[in-house]
């Protein structure tokens, strides 16, 4: 257990550090993440926003500092370890089956969850009581009409819609989502801000988003880095105010960020 942590802090990190062979990708990041909260983490291209989501998920191991999920320390813990305390990534279980349906890819993921996903011997009647929950989760995410429309025949908003809808499935606690909005059109953009602001209810959302007008709009606490260290930490209007942020996007106006 940890030292006391405040019940409403969901995600913490303690002077997380990693190191590659002499080169400090992350440094000292000392991370609170409220329950309930929509949580951005930005900054320029190579400030190690993913390095950061790669160790809080442990696909890496820090250097040094530690990690602790619902007051737990989980600094040495795998990632199936920690997907199954709740602390899932969008990617971990999103992905998309193209010649599946979209009814068949969210109840692959229930699969997962429920550990039967290579029990071969059984007969696929099985799955049956599965469909209800695969519908309720597409309907979570706006996609129940499609639910039996082929994966491939998706536009890529929809695509990314179905990706979350199979990161609910594990029954996420935390939901950490890199960059759910990249490559997408103005419409598209617009639909999955809305879905992630709709299925954040009742859960935690720590994102890694470059657009400034999704940050905006959805994010209750912003985090900015800049090569490995946090550089600022408040609201949006008020990092978006920082001077060290504007320099560490290079000198751009504030009101583009």
């Not at 609201?235 to 320099?247: K, P």
């Amino acid at each position: 257990m940890t030292d006391d942590p405040s019940q409403d802090t969901i995600l913490e990190t303690r002077n997380m550090t990693r190191a590659f062979s002499g080169f400090v990708a992350v440094q000292d990041v000392s991370l609170r993440v409220e329950r309930g909260s929509i949580h951005a983490l930005i900054g320029p291209n190579g400030a190690g926003k993913t390095t950061c989501f790669n160790l809080l998920t442990k696909f890496l191991q820090p250097s040094a500092g530690r990690i602790f999920f619902n007051g737990e320390d989980i600094t040495r813990s795998n990632p199936v370890q920690v997907a199954r305390r709740g602390l899932v990534r969008s990617f971990q279980i999103s992905a998309v089956f193209p010649h599946l349906n979209l009814r068949e890819n969210v109840r692959l993921a229930l699969q997962r969850r429920l550990g039967t996903t290579y029990h071969f011997w059984k007969s696929g009647r099985s799955l049956n009581p599965l469909d209800m929950h695969a519908l309720e989760l597409l309907d979570e995410v706006g996609l129940a009409s499609y639910a039996d429309e082929q994966a491939s025949n998706l536009s890529y908003g929809r695509k990314r819609a179905l990706e979350i809808a199979t990161t609910l499935a594990a029954d996420p606690e935390l939901m950490l989502l890199d960059e759910p909005t990249q490559g997408m059109g103005h419409e598209d953009v617009g639909r999955i801000t809305a879905l992630i602001k709709r299925v954040s209810v009742g859960r935690t959302v720590l994102m890694v988003e470059h657009n400034m007008s999704v940050i905006s709009t959805i994010a209750d606490t912003v985090t900015v880095l800049q090569r490995g260290k946090v550089i600022a930490e408040g609201s949006y209007q008020d990092v978006s105010r920082d001077q060290r942020v504007t320099e560490a996007y290079m000198g751009m106006p504030t009101e583009a960020l």
